[in-house]
């Protein structure tokens, strides 16, 4: 059964980092993989992380499967370190899962200070040169985008 429900608790220590699942499925016919961190599972949302933040990035040049090559997945993951630094930052912003599909590869955030979300983005649209990089965040308080990730099971 779906343990998505309105808790109230929260966690001790913010970010939660230390249970993270990856699945896989389909966009538009395409394959998705989505790595996503199950210890939030149990709280429903996070009080105060009522906004989520996508960051797309596009990729350089996809696979025919629209994957990125292993180096522009090296390239990724240097990129991944940069944006959870800075939007991690005095835990800002919580990184909930990290979808790849279709050629691109979006970052998954809840935060608290969607402002300060802004400013940090533009601070890294100068920093990285590698990517283009896309910015998106809407109040999402019940955090159904993180629900549409994880089934429950596992």
């Known amino acids: 059964m779906w343990p998505f429900n309105k808790n ?9 980092d230390d249970s993270w699942s990856v699945g896989q499925g389909e966009n538009n016919g395409n394959v998705m993989f989505v790595r996503y961190n199950t210890a939030y599972r149990k709280f429903g949302s996070v009080p105060d992380y009522e906004h989520q933040v996508g960051i797309c990035v596009p990729l350089c040049s996809p696979e025919p499967t629209g994957l990125p090559s292993p ?10 370190d940069t944006i959870c630094d800075s939007l991690g930052a ?11 599909t279709s050629g ?7 935060t608290r200070a969607p402002e300060s979300v802004k400013l940090r983005f533009e601070a890294l649209l100068k920093s990285i040169t590698s990517h283009e990089i896309q910015l998106m ?7 159904n985008v993180y629900a549409s990730f994880d089934s429950g099971e596992g």
């Open 8 to 16: 109230t608790s929260r966690p001790d220590r913010l970010p939660i």
């Open 71 to 80: 180096e522009e997945s090296e390239q990724l993951r240097v990129l991944e």
């Open 90 to 100: 005095e835990a800002e912003s919580l990184l909930v899962a990290v979808i790849t």
């Open 104 to 110: 691109m590869r979006e970052f998954v955030f809840y």
């Open 137 to 143: 965040i809407q109040p999402d308080a019940d955090w």
